[in-house]
């Protein structure tokens, strides 16, 4: 799974751009850097809803139309790859909701209880990369307020994050971004990332506290000797 990510990029206009993405004037104030996006936080997607590619805000953990509590986003804030066409939670998101999910790098945990290392996967030269994601719209059957929400697709770990977890995010090379969002070879795009295209970097125990949102996330802790990556 993907329990924490990041996106410590300066500025939005970074992200739109990477992803060519139109980014609506009255967000650009919205944008900064985290250092560890947990389930329920604030993020960015970018989809094609209106025929144009938009970055905007949407609500990590997907929360379907039909649901009444909005608790439900916590155990839906990753959607396997292998999965999709047939889970009713991801169903009619998989077939008709794509989104892009920008992120810098992952997190991910290894050894036992009392011992773990964290592990922070991102590109050779830390560049934004394009998670494949899907989204809802949720209306909240009180208040009757709209909120976008979304999931992070996850697919089998190629051979550098298997050393640490069996799963991690499904990502898209720049030219399968049209590809993923409106075409019609969506699942064909959902396998591990190729060789070289992420790299691992110790990080630190804090990421464990969502309440730690800073550069020093990314500061390795005392190496304990336990675990040597490719």
Known sequence: MCGRFTLTVHGIEDVAEALQAELG????????????????????????????????????????????????GYR????????????????????????????DGFYEWHGARGAREVFW?????????ALAGLYERWTDPKTRQSLLTFTIVTTAANRVVAEVHDRMPALLEPGEIHAWLGGDRARELLRPAAEGRIVATPASGRVGSPAN???ECLVADEPSGQLKLL
Do not use: M
């Open 25 to 72: 004037e009255s967000l650009r104030h919205a944008y900064r850097p985290h250092y560890n996006i947990a389930p329920g936080a604030d993020h960015w997607i970018v989809h094609d809803e209106t025929g144009q590619r938009l970055l905007v805000p949407a609500r990590w953990g997907l929360i379907n139309r039909w649901c009444k509590d909005p608790r439900v």
């Open 213 to 215: 949102d800073g550069p």
């Open 121 to 129: 996967f991102h590109a050779p030269d830390r560049a934004v990369l």
């Open 76 to 103: 839906q804030i990753n959607a396997r790859a292998e999965t999709l066409a047939e889970r009713p939670a991801f169903r009619q998101a998989f077939a008709h909701r794509r989104c892009v999910v920008p992120a």
